[in-house]
T-cell receptor
Framework: DTAVSQTPKYLVTQMGNDKSIKCEQNLGHDTMYWYKQDSKKFLKIMFSYNNKELIINETVPNRFSPKSPDKAHLNLHINSLELGDSAVYFC?????????????????FGSGTRLTVV | AQKITQTQPGMFVQEKEAVTLDCTYDTSDPSYGLFWYKQPSSGEMIFLIYQGSYDQQNATEGRYSLNFQKARKSANLVISASQLGDSAMYFCAMRESASGGSYIPTFGRGTSLIVHP
């Protein structure tokens, strides 16, 4: 059973399109995250939700909109895609917002979605 | 200013030797957490080890240990008896308090480790 699953794994799309990436975790964790990893492997947090409540919203263009229908799901919708949006997007979850609950293994990451905007 | 600094973009080690990957951090939060992650070429992020700021002893997990020097704000990862499968990018990360009761995990830029046979 995959703990944190993201779909799709690969996404190639044209500039100006709107796309969504879905994430689901079956760990019973309370907190979920979206990270962007650029071509130099730098990982930057974008958003975090705790029990469906937005708790971290870093400086991200408002073309990016997260949605959490329940605590097991966190989706990322991107409008008007630009070339600079090309990156690997990782979803992650943690037992609580501290990432260090009693049975925690820190932040559990999905396998990533490689987004290529052409 | 960077919150997490990994000064070694690349490291090489002979199989079966030990290697230390450096990480320094900057925070004014008295209660913070430090993590190490491994990212092999396949791309997944694998949690290795965690150290809390109040933990008295250095964390260990199998061949991984974290050399925590609080006064120097360093949290180096030591991998003993390197294996070929240890070749990967290694990221140091810190979780510190943010406004509104949230906690922000911040990652360093990573160190690429290559293990030679």
């Amino acid at each position: 059973d995959t703990a944190v699953s993201q779909t799709p794994k690969y996404l190639v799309t044209q500039m100006g399109n709107d796309k969504s990436i879905k994430c689901e975790q079956n760990l019973g964790h309370d907190t979920m995250y979206w990270y962007k990893q650029d071509s130099k492997k730098f990982l930057k947090i974008m958003f975090s939700y705790n029990n469906k409540e937005l708790i971290i919203n870093e400086t991200v263009p408002n073309r990016f909109s997260p949605k959490s229908p329940d605590k097991a799901h966190l989706n990322l919708h991107i409008n008007s895609l630009e070339l600079g949006d090309s990156a690997v997007y990782f979803c992650a979850s943690s037992q609580d917002r501290r990432g260090t609950g009693a049975l925690s293994n820190g932040y559990t990451f999905g396998s990533g979605t490689r987004l290529t905007v052409v | 200013a960077q919150k997490i600094t990994q000064t070694q973009p690349g490291m090489f080690v002979q199989e079966k030797e030990a290697v230390t990957l450096d990480c320094t951090y900057d925070t004014s939060d008295p209660s913070y957490g430090l993590f190490w992650y491994k990212q092999p070429s396949s791309g997944e992020m694998i949690f290795l080890i965690y150290q809390g700021s109040y933990d008295q002893q250095n964390a260990t997990e199998g061949r991984y240990s974290l050399n925590f020097q609080k006064a120097r704000k360093s949290a180096n990862l030591v991998i003993s008896a390197s294996q070929l499968g240890d070749s990967a990018m290694y990221f140091c990360a810190m979780r510190e308090s943010a406004s509104g009761g949230s906690y922000i995990p911040t990652f360093g830029r990573g160190t690429s480790l290559i293990v030679h046979p």
